[in-house]
């Protein structure tokens, strides 16, 4: 009987394990082939993008690619971003520990759960509510009670919550809103993909003595930003 109960025990343990570490391999992978090599060195963005499990943030139909080198749908039009892409601006934001951070386009919440995983608190926003709900949800379930999701038009960012070390935008407007540049604290820096066309520009902003620094990093494809009625920003 104890023997039984010991099996048991042991096998229970066994099955967390192998649930805990569910795909572990395909994203060591990932990191390695298209992270690392790629020129990703910050020890905090490698060790979550290991950590978080992407393919829980993607549609059951494409979660078999849920870690291969491109973008993947997410349903309502809009995309998961590739991973590289999700390192790359994580990046730039060089977090610390203790800021606080904001998200317009929480998507799939994948982005979110990796800034989580980094800062103490985030602050994300969705304007197409059924992503936003199904997105709390999934962060809910994996216990991340550091990001808080809203439902709204994230060109005005989240004033109550402001001012931000990090603001990412995974989004892309013709130009950076101005209520976002006004909720970067003093010494904060903004990661943003902006443009009119088909291909953006992301851009890495710096707020120093009040004053905005603008530098240009990489040609991109974001999904536009758009109010309520869906007219372009
Ligand atoms: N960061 C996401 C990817 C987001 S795709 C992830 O990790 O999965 C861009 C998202 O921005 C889409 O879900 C789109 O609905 C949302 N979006 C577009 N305009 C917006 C706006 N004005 N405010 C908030 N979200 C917006």
Redesign the pocket.
């Known amino acids: 009987m104890v023997k039984n109960l010991i099996i048991v025990n042991f096998l229970i343990i066994i099955g967390i394990q192998a649930i805990a570490q569910e795909r572990a391999d395909e994203r060591e992978r990932m990191v390695k082939q298209q992270l690392i090599s790629r020129g990703i060195r910050s020890k905090a963005v490698l060790d979550a993008m290991r950590k978080v499990e992407r393919h829980r943030?993607v549609p059951t139909e494409v979660s078999s690619q849920a870690y291969n080198d491109y973008p993947l749908p997410?349903g309502?039009g809009?995309?998961?971003?590739q991973p590289y892409i999700?390192a790359f601006m994580t990046e730039a934001l060089e977090l610390k520990p203790t800021d606080k951070v904001l998200?317009?386009?929480?998507?799939?919440?994948?982005?979110?759960a990796i800034l989580a995983e980094i800062c103490r608190e985030v602050y994300t926003?969705?304007?197409?509510e059924s992503?936003g709900k199904q997105?709390a949800q999934i962060l809910k379930q994996l216990g991340y009670t550091n990001v808080h999701v809203r439902i709204?038009?994230?060109?005005f960012g989240w004033p109550e919550a402001a001012p931000f070390d990090a603001i990412i935008v995974?989004?892309s407007p013709s130009d950076v809103p101005e209520p976002l540049q006004q909720q970067l604290a003093e010494g904060g820096r903004m990661i943003i993909p902006v443009g009119e066309g088909q291909v953006q520009e992301l851009v890495l902003i710096t707020k120093q003595n009040e004053k905005l620094k603008r530098q240009h990093r990489l040609p991109v494809l974001?999904?536009?930003?758009?109010?309520k009625k869906g007219k372009r920003?």
């Open positions: 943030f997410i309502e809009q995309t998961i971003s999700v998200e317009v386009g929480t998507g799939s919440g994948y982005q979110a926003i969705e304007i197409v992503l997105a709204g038009d994230g060109y995974t989004c974001f999904v536009p930003m758009r109010d920003y």
